[in-house]
């Protein structure tokens, strides 16, 4: 699962309590490390990383379940914007 603008984890967390694995990604290195810093210690399968939610270079096809809290107010409309699904092979 990954979480795009994690913030400090709280989303990323919860499922990783469920024994989900679980990416966080922000763009914000003081967000990535209070959501480490509520990770810590409780042996979770959660890892956090900071990237640029636009573009998330390396991650594409590694996550089935894709989740983000309120991430497009962060977005400028062009990033926002949608674009071409990839056509089918």
Do not use: W
């Not at 003081?30 to 390396?58: E, K």
């Not at 977005?75 to 926002?80: E, G, K, N, R």
């Amino acid at each position: 699962m990954l979480d795009i603008g994690c913030g400090p984890g709280d989303t990323a967390v919860h499922p990783a309590e469920r024994g989900y694995r679980v990416t966080g990604v922000d763009i914000a290195p003081t967000a990535i490390d209070q959501a480490r810093t509520r990770a810590a210690g409780h042996d979770l399968p959660v890892t956090f990383t900071v990237a640029d939610a636009a573009t998330l270079a390396g991650y594409d096809n590694r996550f089935d379940t894709v989740v983000s809290s309120a991430l497009f107010h962060c977005l400028s409309p062009t990033s926002a914007a949608p674009t071409s699904p990839p056509s089918p092979e």
